[in-house]
């Protein structure tokens, strides 16, 4: 389900605003040209920066703008991203506004008179040039997953993990080929060294084909989409086989290390370690996974997410914002910093608004009925205290012996609760509210109404 289009003003409209941005943008060129040498070398050393524009005159050079005017450029490039709608995410601003500025150059060194009429047509005309450079790319990440091998390659959502070995097996002759662009054989000869002992780091490798888009934009998206798969991964296996699950490139403890240690001055011990990355599991791991009641649902909310390009309506944003909470907190090695992680995954989809009883809420979602329901509650608001006391400062990593057990506790109340909010998805689409906001304000008020009608049966 896709959110409403945004209001957005019609071109004629558009063209208007931004032909007063480039009158005011013409007007500040003016006005630094019509200065003498003197005054314009004054205002370039108290702002340097306004030199290094990106705004180019007929000799080739920039022609400084002020911090307003280089403002104007922006707000001409985001008033016609937002017309876009939902395509406006395959750009990226900053990129845009180098492209328009460009454009606008050519343009009217090109001859061409702005007006009210054809503003527009110089973003139009940036845009399509931007969109030429464009190609649709499939990215292959180096992964640490699963330890088990029986499965040579496995999908989630729109990620495909293929064994490290049989990639290169298949790829070795094309990857030989892009690296022969390098130069020299002994340079090639490195850099295919190279690549391979930074793979062989990692026993998966995750592709994955993201559209036409800007290409820093492109790669972003690729390496949240793996991490979303990855995500979900973690929220089924668990932390305590896939607490480094982990891309190559995530700023985590490294898999192998070497250490120098001295216990007197110009002495030294060598220490070598490492630890497996992979999760461990049993034969059967992915046809059990597949077969989960809750696979059909995870895969929906991963397609969804993928093929939206950010429009997924919030019922279900709620639901990745809070796995990537979990997925966090799985691979989080201070426990303070675990219990308050796992926490943040519970109250993104349990509060929408401050003062919620967010324990309560949990506590239906974990009971079987009101005769669980008591013992649900009182558990998961001691381990909510908890967390506020770490948040709050009212707990000392020195002296309390809770951390381990709540941290334990606390990643399950959270698995709970990712679960059955993923199961009422459909359920809360279904609630005949106007908007996404509404629809999960009416949930969780028939949360409370469910703990309070608990809390009277226990009586």
């Known amino acids: 389900m896709v959110q409403p289009e945004e209001r957005r003003d019609p071109i004629p409209l558009i063209s208007e605003k931004d032909y007063w941005d480039y009158e005011f943008i013409g007007k500040d060129l003016q006005d630094f040209?019509?200065?003498?040498?003197?005054?314009?070398?004054?205002?370039?050393?108290?702002?340097?920066?306004?030199?290094?524009s990106g705004f180019k005159g007929a000799q080739g050079f920039d022609i400084p703008l002020s911090p307003e005017a280089k403002k104007r450029f922006i707000q001409i490039a985001s008033r016609g991203l937002k017309h876009l709608g939902p395509r406006k995410h395959i750009h990226r601003l900053e990129r845009v506004v180098e492209a328009l500025k460009a454009e606008c150059s050519l343009l009217v060194l090109g001859g061409l008179e702005i007006t009210v009429e054809n503003a527009h047509e110089v973003f139009d005309s940036a845009l399509r040039k931007l969109e030429e450079g464009y190609l649709e790319l499939t990215y292959y990440v180096p992964c640490s997953v699963v330890a088990e091998r029986?499965?040579?390659?496995?999908?989630?959502?729109?990620?495909?993990?293929?064994?490290?070995?049989?990639?290169?097996?298949?790829?070795?002759?094309?990857?030989?080929?892009?690296?022969?662009?390098?130069?020299?054989?002994?340079?090639?000869?490195?850099?295919?060294?190279?690549?391979?002992?930074?793979?062989?780091?990692?026993?998966?490798?995750?592709?994955?084909?993201?559209?036409?888009?800007?290409?820093?934009?492109?790669?972003?998206?690729?390496?949240?989409?793996?991490?979303?798969?990855?995500?979900?991964?973690?929220?089924?296996?668990?932390?305590?086989?896939?607490?480094?699950?982990?891309?190559?490139?995530?700023?985590?403890?490294?898999?192998?290390?070497?250490?120098?240690?001295?216990?007197?001055?110009?002495?030294?011990?060598?220490?070598?370690?490492?630890?497996?990355?992979?999760?461990?599991?049993?034969?059967?791991?992915?046809?059990?996974?597949?077969?989960?009641?809750?696979w059909p649902f995870l895969e929906s909310v991963l397609s969804n997410y993928w093929n939206t390009w950010r429009g997924l309506d919030e019922i279900?944003?709620?639901?990745?914002?809070?796995?990537?909470?979990?997925?966090?907190?799985?691979?989080?090695?201070?426990?303070?910093?675990?219990?308050?992680?796992?926490?943040?995954?519970?109250?993104?989809?349990?509060?929408?608004?401050?003062?919620?009883?967010?324990?309560?809420?949990?506590?239906?979602?974990a009971s079987d009925g009101p005769e669980d329901f008591g013992r649900q509650a009182k558990e998961l608001e001691l381990l909510y205290q908890r967390r506020s006391a770490i948040v709050h400062g009212g707990a000392?990593?020195?002296?309390?012996?809770?951390?381990?057990?709540a941290s334990h506790a606390s990643e399950g109340a959270s698995r709970i609760v990712l679960f059955q909010y993923l199961y009422d998805i459909p359920q809360i689409h279904a609630l005949r509210q106007p908007t996404d906001r509404k629809k999960l304000g009416l949930w969780?008020?028939?949360?409370?109404?469910?703990?309070?009608?608990?809390?009277?049966?226990?009586?």
Request: charged share 20%.
């Open 33 to 52: 040209a019509a200065q003498s040498p003197q005054e314009q070398i004054k205002v370039l050393f108290a702002d340097p920066w306004r030199a290094i």
């Open 150 to 294: 029986s499965y040579p390659c496995f999908n989630i959502g729109p990620v495909c993990f293929v064994l490290r070995d049989n990639f290169f097996s298949a790829n070795e002759a094309s990857i030989q080929n892009a690296v022969a662009e390098f130069g020299t054989p002994q340079i090639n000869e490195k850099v295919f060294a190279d690549l391979r002992s930074f793979y062989s780091g990692f026993q998966w490798v995750a592709s994955i084909t993201v559209p036409r888009c800007d290409p820093e934009t492109s790669r972003r998206r690729a390496h949240d989409g793996i991490q979303k798969a990855l995500d979900v991964f973690k929220l089924v296996v668990g932390s305590q086989r896939a607490s480094h699950v982990k891309q190559a490139y995530d700023l985590t403890i490294p898999s192998d290390y070497s250490e120098l240690i001295s216990s007197s001055p110009g002495s030294f011990s060598l220490r070598f370690g490492g630890k497996l990355q992979d999760a461990i599991t049993n034969d059967r791991w992915y046809e059990q996974m597949t077969a989960s009641p809750a």
């Open 316 to 365: 279900q944003t709620r639901f990745l914002d809070g796995l990537s909470w979990h997925s966090d907190a799985i691979s989080e090695q201070d426990r303070g910093a675990r219990i308050v992680k796992f926490w943040t995954s519970i109250e993104r989809l349990l509060s929408i608004s401050p003062g919620s009883n967010i324990s309560a809420r949990a506590a239906v979602l």
């Open 396 to 405: 000392s990593r020195a002296s309390e012996s809770w951390y381990a057990e």
């Open 444 to 459: 969780l008020r028939e949360l409370d109404s469910t703990a309070r009608q608990y809390r009277r049966s226990a009586k």
